[in-house]
């Protein structure tokens, strides 16, 4: 299992042969993801956009504007609410 240490200013190195796996070059982004029983993923954040197709299905019946707009304003209400 590959190993890193953090130094004092909270850097770590990620072994080659992880950013290899994970596609990461230079610039790349990593999102730190906390899983429902605690452990954090490490995530690359920066994927072309082409990773993207499938990720949402489209809607089996059309949405009306007016539906829009009521999730619109119920979202609205409820992030005031918090």
């Not at 949402?56 to 009521?70: C, F, R, Y």
Request: charged content about 20%; proline content about 7%; hydrophobic content about 40%.
């Amino acid at each position: 299992m590959p190993t890193s240490t953090v130094t004092s200013k909270g850097q770590i190195t990620i072994p080659a042969r992880v950013r290899k796996e994970l596609g990461l070059e230079p610039g790349s982004r990593i999102d730190f993801v906390k899983t429902a029983d605690g452990v954090y993923e490490l995530v690359p954040a920066t994927q072309s956009i082409t990773s993207l197709k499938g990720f949402v299905t489209a809607p089996t019946t059309p949405i009306t504007l007016a539906e829009i707009d009521d999730a619109i304003a119920a979202a609205a209400i409820d992030r005031n609410t918090r």
